[in-house]
């Protein structure tokens, strides 16, 4: 598919069909446009004819519009899979949240987009898809983005589909393209170890995030399968290694269950494993996903569990909820998206 080349692969490409240079500039723009086949004046129809295997079929099959101005968007790709993505506005930019796979193999028990299973990866140029569609969706073109910020923290578990994705990064933040700045993209991971430490030798600077959720391995281990594989200690180890690496300050993403994970002492767990580290926790009262039998903290707790990081001089931030209305919050992209409107 045309969209997992970067420029110059685009120009061999065009090269190997035997057609001229400035072919290759015609259909670059195009796609950075998110323009269909059918709508690309500049282009003859037999050269159309010759890419038309390659080119994608760019389709937004659904938008839905939140009261607080949050959109959802609803993906078709080529083969018939849907995947979904959140635009969040915001007074500094527009950020999207993008899907990395089709379902997810992780298995959180709070989360809706693994309940099926993983279907399938994406393909780099599949994510690139989402931003490009967007962007367009909102009267944007590659010199007046409307998408400035991206977060990996739709479906999928990005370091388990490790090449696409870091593919992405360098196809979205290359100056040819669409150039959103890997300062301005956050990946977030439910802990991947071995990955974190190969992103930071691989030399990326992307904004690492990482689901904790729990304070202790035991915990964490009964909502989080990944956590028999990795422990909580290894997880800060390897974050530290891409602070020194990068330079960036990571985060961790904790939803709040009620009378799970969201008592006082374990703030005072949480302020001693994170307490001198470069970081910000970002609290989320866990969003409501029907088949699961958990129930987000009040307001109230939540309040009570912030100001004790606070007070412990952890910086912490409580994540507003945008998009609830649109099953849009975090955790609620799901696989079989259509279900909610039977
Ligand atoms: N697999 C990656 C990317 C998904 S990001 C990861 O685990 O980080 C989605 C974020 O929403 C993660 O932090 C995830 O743990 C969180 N999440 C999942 N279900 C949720 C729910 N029901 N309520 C609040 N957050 C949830």
Redesign the pocket.
């Known amino acids: 598919m045309l969209l997992d080349y970067d420029k110059n692969e685009i120009k061999e490409y065009v090269n190997v069909l035997g057609e001229p240079a400035f072919r290759a500039e015609q259909l670059f723009d195009a796609l950075l446009q998110a323009k269909n086949l059918e709508e690309i004046s500049n282009l003859s129809s037999s050269f159309k004819d010759k890419i038309a295997k390659d080119y994608p079929h760019f389709c937004i099959l659904k938008k839905l519009i939140s009261v607080d101005g949050t959109t959802k968007y609803i993906f078709k790709f080529d083969g018939g899979e849907i995947v979904e993505g959140v635009l969040m506005k915001y007074k500094y930019g527009n950020t999207l949240?993008v899907s990395?796979q089709v379902g997810?193999r992780?298995g959180?028990a709070?989360?809706?987009?693994g309940m099926g299973g993983l279907k399938r990866n994406l393909s780099a140029g599949e994510i690139l898809e989402q931003v490009l569609l967007v962007n367009r969706d909102q009267g944007g073109d590659v010199k007046n983005r409307k998408v400035t910020n991206i977060?990996?923290?739709?479906?999928?578990?990005?370091?388990?589909n490790y090449d696409n994705v870091t593919k992405f990064i360098k196809l979205v933040s290359s100056s040819e393209g669409i150039n959103i700045s890997q300062r301005n993209i956050t990946l977030?991971?439910?802990?991947l170890v071995s990955k974190i430490y190969q992103l930071a030798d691989d030399g990326f600077c992307v904004n690492l995030?990482?689901?904790l959720?729990a304070t202790d391995d035991e915990k964490r281990k009964k909502i989080?399968p990944i956590a028999n594989a990795y422990t909580i200690g290894e997880i800060i180890k390897a974050c530290k290694y891409y602070f020194e690496k990068t330079g960036r300050r990571f985060a961790f993403?904790y939803?709040l269950v009620s009378g799970e994970n969201d008592s006082l002492k374990d703030a005072d767990k949480l302020v001693a494993l994170l307490k001198g580290l470069p970081c910000l926790v970002n609290l989320?009262?866990?969003?409501?996903?029907k088949e699961?039998n958990?129930i987000?903290t009040g307001e109230r707790q939540v309040r009570a569990f912030l100001d004790r990081l606070l007070a412990n001089k952890i910086n912490a931030t409580k994540r507003r909820t945008m998009g609830a209305d649109i099953s849009g919050?975090?955790?609620?992209?799901r696989r079989q998206v259509l279900e909610e409107d039977k």
């Open positions: 949240c990395t997810c992780m959180c709070f989360c809706a987009s977060v990996l923290m739709g479906m999928g578990e990005p370091l388990d977030s991971t439910c802990g995030t990482i689901s959720h989080m993403e939803a989320i009262p866990l969003n409501y996903v699961k958990l987000g919050a975090c955790g609620q992209l």
